[in-house]
C-alpha cells in the first residue's frame, strides 16, 4: 500500500506518474523534530536500511549520512555524503517488518543513518517542501515493485547495450578507434560497441564531429556499423559560446539557457571553456536540445551517454572576476598559514561551487525557480529531453542512453553509470554493493566503469572487475586520460580477458531476460540475499554476493591476491566455476558457510536450486548469439524450467 | 646470512649497524636491466611480498608499485605509491623458500611488484646507488630476526607509553585538557596521556608555551602528573623565523638551518608561517636541535611526537613568488579550460612540491647534499637529534617519543604512528595489515590514530576501531580539527568503550611482555598467520588476521554494520569473546573455516595451544595495574606456561 503525505509547498518532479491522493494525518514512523526541518525515526537494534541508489559504503545504509545533492565529485571515499546522483528511495526493514519511502524533492535532502546517533534515522531538509510516500507491504521485495509501480516502467535499452564496450578519455581520432576495433578482433575478444568521449567533437561543441579528427564520420560510423560496431558518443550539458555555432545562435535566439538575476544568460566554463547551460527544466528548451540529437542520429549513431550534467561547473565567469580580485590582497603579503589556505580555498573552491547554483535560473512548469531549489532535476531533465526526442526521433527503435546525473524519474528515459570511480579494489566492491540499490530506484540498465576510470589499475584488479562486469547490463572498460592504457588486449594474459568476455555474450541470453522480466515485472535484477531469503538472519550480513534474476548467486572475488573467497549459501546451491564457456566445474555445495577456491581467472556462478540456466555459445557480437545454441546449467529441474524471454532487441 | 652488496656510490644512512663485508659476485635474484637504473626478478605465481611497512594495500604487497619517497599526503587511497616513510625492506617467501632484501638508499626507489607485469618485481631507482642486503634463512621469521639483528635494537618507550592516550588537533588551552581528563575520570575510562597538537605553543614556536593558554605551564604539568596524567607535546621540524625568539636566533648563529645554492637559508612557510629548518642531518644541528628537548623535560614532560618532518612544507618563499608572478599571465583573459586547470595546478601545487627539495642543502658526514638526493633520511634525523639528546638528557629514565616520517634506522630513536589517516573503516583494515610490516622494519612502537584523523567518525567505527587498538603498543585517539569530536565519552555507549579500553589495561602486562620479547630478540610482536603456520595453504590467503605475541590471535571486526566475520584457524584454538574483564565467553573451536560472530562490542582472542594468557584487573593508569592481580586464560598448559617479562617500566 502507497500512501502519499506531504510537508510545505514541494515542487513537482515528475517521478511519480501514478495518481495517488493525499493523506490528511501525519507522516507514519518518523516524527516532526521541533525546531528543525527534520523528521526522526528511531530504528531497532536490527532494523536495516536498503536504497539510496549511487550513494558509498554498503548495502545496508545504516551507520553513515548521505544527502541528496547531485555532485561532480570523482573522488568516491567512504566518506562522501553526495556523489552525482539524487535518488531518495529507501526501505527500512527489521526481518519481518519495515516500510519503503520515497522522498521527492527536488532539493537537498540528508539521511542521517544512525551516523548522529546509532539509533536514530533523522530526515535533514533544506527546505521544509516534500512528497512523502511511504509504503508498506510483504517483505522487501514487495514494497520495491510497489515503488517502482509508481514511478513507471524502466527504461529499455536495445540489446547490443548488452554488449562489452570499449571506452576512454580520449580517443583522439577514428584511426585510434579503428585500432581499439582491429586489437580485439585480432585478440578475438567479443565487442559491441566503441564510447567516444569528448575529443570526438569540434572543441568540445555538443552535436559537433571534429572534421580533422573524423574527416568523414557518417562513413565511420557506416564502416564500424559493417563491422558491427557501435559509436557511442558523449553529450555534455553545456553548449559553447562561439558565434557562428549554430546550437548556441540558436540557443541565444530562442532564449533556451539558464539565466542570471539580471537575466543575463549564465557564463560558465566546462571542457570547451566558456558555456550556456540550457533550461533542461524548460519544456520549450527541452524539446528543442533533444531534436538535436537527430544530428548525431542521422550520422547513424544509435547510442548516447550524458554527462557533466549534475551540472559540473569547472568556474563561473562571475566568481573568477571576483577570485582575481581576492588575489590582489594575498600578493606580496607575508601570509600567515590561515590566510595561505583560503588563498588555496578560493582558487581550489572555483570548480563547483555551491555559490555558483545560486547565480542562475530555471523556468519550470511556469515558474521561475534558482539553480539550487532545482538542482537535483538538472540532469535528469537533459536525459528525459533526449528521451522525450527519441520517442518523435526513433518511434521504432530503441536508444541507446545513459547519464552520469539523475534522480528518480529519470530511468524512464536512459541508464546510469556510476561515474567517475577509480580502479581501486574498494571500488569493485562498491559497484557490486551499488547495483541493487539502483534497482530499487528504477535504474535498471547501469554499471560502473569496469576497471575503474581514474587512477592506473593493475591486470589482476581488471579481471576480477570483468569478471563482475558481466553481469551488468551496462558493461563498459573505461578509463581516464593520463592513466594506465586499460583495453582488455594490453595486458598479458588475453586469452582469459577473451574466456570471460566470452562468457558475458555465453551469459546474454539470460542476463537480457532477466532483465526484461524485471523492467516488465516492475522487479529487480540484482537482489541481496536477505531480499530472496529474509527469515535467514545470515542473509542480512551478507554484502558481497548478489543475486542475478531468478537463477543464479554470483560471489566476485574483490581483493587483491585472493585465490578464494568465502561464500554464504542460504540454501544448496550448484557451483559452476567457470574459466570459460567449455571449461568449468560443477559442484553441489550444502548450504551454510564455504571458502571456495576462484583462481584469478575462474568465475563462480551459484545456481539456485529448482533452476535453469541458459548458456550460449560464445559470439563476437550481441546480435551474432545464437539463440539455437542454447545449452542448459540445471540443478533439479530440467531447461524448461526456464522461461526465456526473446524479441527482436530493437525494437520499442 | 646476510650479505651485502653495493651499487653506485651509495650516501650512507647509518641504518644498518653491523659492519658486515662487501660481496664482490652480482646481486643474486636480481638482474640489471639494460640501459636503466633498474633491477628485476621473475616471481613465482605463488610468491608472496611482505614488508615495506608503512604502505597502503594489503600485508601482501604483491600487485602494485610503492615509492620510498616520504610524503606529507593525508589521503591514503589504495592508488597512493608514497605515504610518510621510506622503509625499504621486504621478504619475498614462495613457501618454502625466498629471500629478504634491503635496499639502503636515501633517494628514491620503487618497488614494482608486479603492477607492470604481475610476474616481474623491478626495483627502480632515481639515482643507481644503494646498499643492498641479501638475507637468506630459515623462513620468513628467520629472515626478519637476521635483518633486524644487523639494524639494531628498536626503541623502548616508557611503559605507560602502553597506556590509552587522547589527543586532537587542537586542544586549545589548559582548561580543555582539563576537561578532557575530568571526563574520562567521569566515566572511569582508563588513560595515561593526552597529547598536545600544535596550539600549545605560542606562535607554533617550537619548545615554546604559550603564556595565554597555558599560564603557568609546569604546574600545569604536574596537577596532570598528579593524576597521573602524562602531557606529550608535539615538535614540528620548522622553526619559526621571528626576531626575539631564542631558538631561531641561536640557529641563525650557529649556521643550523638547511640552505639554498647562495646558501641563503631556505625560506619555507608551515603551521607558523615562514619557518627555516635545522639540517638534522648535520651533527652538530642535530645536537643543537636535541638540546632543545631539556626546555619541555624541565617542565617535566616524558614524551614527545615530531610530526611535520617529510619535511611538510605549504610553501616555499621562493616558489609563492613565482606562483603569483605566473598567475598574472591569467588574469584578465579569456581562460580555455587546460590553462583553467593549469592555473588551478600552479596554486594547488604549492604544497609539498617536489621542486622545493631542489632548492635546498645540507652538509652530511663532511659534504653537501641537495635536498631531494637524501630526502628521506629527514625525519629520521630529526627524531635521532631527540633520541640522541635523550641519552644525555636522560640516562636513566625513557622518554616516550614517536615520529610521523621515518627511515629504518630511526626504530632505535622512537616509534611510529601512521599519520593523517581517515575515519574510514578501510583504513581500520589498513592499520590492520599494515603494523606487521612496521615490526619487519624494526618498528615495534607504533600504532594509528584509532577512530582515523581526518573525516567524521561514527560511534561504530571508532568502537571496533578502539577494539583493535587495544592491541597496538601506540594506542591513540586522535582527530583533526573540524571533524567530528572523537573522545570516547562523547559517544552513547560510554559503558563499552570503558570496558574495552579497561581490556587494555588487563592485557598490558601481556602486551608489554610480548613487547619487550620482541625487542629483545629482534622479533616481531605482530606476525601475519604466514608466518606462524609456512606450512598452510591457507594461512597465506589470510589478510585480517594476526598473531600478537606468542600466545594469542586476533581478528578484528573491520566492516560496518557486521556482527561477526569470518576466521580461519590454522589449529584448534580457545576463543575468548570478551565483552569485559569479566564477562566473556570461552570456546574451543576447530582448526578451519569459521563464521564468529562479535557483537559491536566483543573483542575476539584466540588462544593458541599450550599457550597462557595473562589478564590483569583492570586499572585506571599503567602503573596501577596490579600485577598480583593475574589470572590466566590457558589452552592445554597452565599458567606456568607463560614466561611474564617484568620490570620497572621505566628505566633504560
Redesign the interface.
Known amino acids: 500500500m502507497v500512501r502519499k503525505y506531504r510537508i510545505g509547498n514541494p515542487i513537482e518532479t515528475d517521478s511519480v506518474v501514478t495518481a495517488i491522493e493525499l493523506e490528511n494525518g501525519p507522516i507514519p514512523y518518523f516524527e516532526k523534530v521541533e525546531d528543525k526541518n527534520e523528521l526522526s525515526f528511531h530504528m531497532g537494534k536490527t532494523d ?1 536500511v536498503y536504497g539510496l541508489a549511487e550513494t558509498v ?2 548495502i ?1 545504509k ?3 549520512i548521505y544527502t541528496s545533492n547531485c555532485s561532480d565529485d570523482p ?1 568516491h ?3 562522501k555524503r553526495s556523489l552525482y546522483a539524487a535518488q531518495n528511495f529507501f526501505v527500512l526493514w527489521g526481518k519481518d517488518k519495515g516500510f519503503g519511502m520515497y522522498v521527492d524533492t527536488p532539493g537537498q535532502v540528508s539521511f542521517d543513518i ?2 548522529t ?3 536514530i534515522f533523522s530526515l535533514c531538509f533544506e527546505d521544509f517542501d516534500a512528497d512523502i510516500y511511504v509504503i508498506e507491504g510483504d517483505g522487501l521485495k514487495d514494497i520495491v515493485k510497489q515503488f517502482r509501480k509508481i514511478i513507471g516502467k524502466s527504461y529499455i535499452p536495445p540489446r547490443w547495450g548488452f554488449g562489452f564496450g570499449q571506452s576512454r578519455w580520449s580517443y583522439m581520432n577514428e584511426g585510434e578507434v579503428r585500432e581499439v576495433v582491429d586489437s580485439y578482433e585480432k585478440q578475438g575478444i567479443p565487442i559491441d560497441s566503441i564510447y567516444l568521449d569528448i575529443d570526438y567533437m569540434e572543441r568540445y561543441k555538443d552535436f559537433t564531429i571534429s572534421k580533422e579528427r573524423f574527416p568523414d564520420f557518417k562513413n565511420f560510423v557506416k564502416e564500424m556499423a559493417d563491422k558491427g560496431i557501435h559509436l557511442v558518443p558523449i553529450i555534455d550539458a553545456g553548449v559553447k559560446i562561439e558565434e557562428g555555432y549554430d546550437i548556441y545562435e540558436e540557443g541565444i535566439k530562442g532564449g533556451y539557457f539558464c539565466k542570471k538575476e539580471d537575466n543575463e544568460n549564465l557564463v560558465a ?6 558555456v550556456h547551460f540550457p533550461d533542461f527544466l524548460n519544456e520549450e528548451a527541452r524539446r528543442w536540445f533533444g531534436e538535436k540529437y537527430k544530428i548525431l542520429l542521422d550520422y547513424g549513431i544509435d547510442g548516447f551517454w550524458n554527462d557533466m550534467n549534475e551540472p559540473a561547473i ?2 563561473t565567469e562571475d566568481h ?1 572576476k571576483e577570485v ?1 580580485l581576492q ?1 590582489k590582497d ?3 603579503k ?4 590561515r590566510s ?2 583560503n ?2 580555498g578560493i ?2 573552491g ?2 563547483n561551487n555551491p555559490d555558483d547554483y545560486k547565480r542562475f535560473y530555471h523556468e519550470y512548469k511556469g515558474k521561475r525557480y534558482r539553480h539550487d531549489k532545482v538542482h537535483n532535476l538538472f540532469g535528469y531533465n537533459m536525459t528525459r529531453a533526449a528521451g522525450e526526442a527519441f520517442e518523435r526521433l526513433s518511434p521504432d527503435k530503441r536508444i541507446l542512453m545513459f547519464s552520469r546525473s539523475s534522480y528518480i524519474g529519470m530511468h524512464r528515459y536512459g541508464g546510469v553509470w556510476c561515474g567517475d570511480n ?5 571500488h569493485l566492491l562498491l559497484n557490486i554493493q551499488q547495483m541493487p540499490a539502483l534497482n530499487m530506484c528504477g535504474f535498471l540498465y547501469s554499471g560502473a566503469d569496469v576497471g575503474g576510470f581514474g ?2 589499475v ?4 581488471l579481471m576480477r572487475w570483468t569478471e563482475f562486469g558481466i553481469f551488468t547490463p551496462l558493461f563498459r572498460n573505461h578509463s581516464a586520460e593520463g592513466t594506465r592504457r586499460q583495453e582488455l588486449y594490453r595486458f ?2 588475453t586469452e582469459s580477458f577473451k574466456n570471460i568476455v566470452n562468457l558475458r555474450y555465453s551469459f546474454i541470453p539470460y542476463l537480457y531476460s532477466e532483465f526484461m522480466k524485471a523492467v516488465n515485472s516492475d522487479g529487480m535484477l540484482f537482489t541481496p540475499p536477505a531480499f530472496e531469503y529474509p527469515d535467514d538472519d ?1 542473509a542480512y ?1 551478507v ?1 558481497d554476493q548478489l543475486f542475478v534474476g531468478d537463477s543464479i548467486m554470483i560471489a566476485p572475488v574483490y ?6 573467497r ?1 561464500v ?1 549459501l542460504p540454501e544448496e546451491m550448484k557451483l559452476c566455476r567457470f574459466r570459460s564457456y567449455d571449461d568449468y566445474d560443477v559442484e553441489i555445495i550444502d548450504r551454510g ?3 571456495i577456491s576462484a583462481a584469478l581467472n575462474e568465475v563462480l556462478v551459484f545456481i539456485r536450486k529448482g533452476h535453469a540456466f541458459p548458456i550460449a555459445a560464445p559470439a563476437t557480437r550481441t546480435e551474432k548469439i545464437d539463440y539455437a545454441s542454447l545449452k542448459y546449467e540445471c540443478f533439479d529441474c530440467n531447461s524448461e524450467a526456464y522461461d526465456l524471454f526473446i524479441d527482436d532487441g530493437i525494437s520499442r
Open positions: 536495516r559504503r554498503g545496508n545504516r551507520g553513515y573522488i571515499t567512504e566518506d544512525g551516523y546517533d546509532m539509533d566554463a566546462v571542457w570547451p571553456g566558456k569547472f568556474y573568477l582575481f588575489l594575498y600578493e606580496g607575508n601570509l600567515d598559514i595561505f589556505f588563498m588555496q582558487v581550489g572555483l570548480a577509480k580502479s581501486w579494489w574498494s587512477a592506473d593493475t591486470e589482476d584488479l598479458s594474459d545470515m550480513e554484502e581483493r587483491q591476491n585472493a585465490t578464494g568465502y554464504y558457510h564455504h571458502y
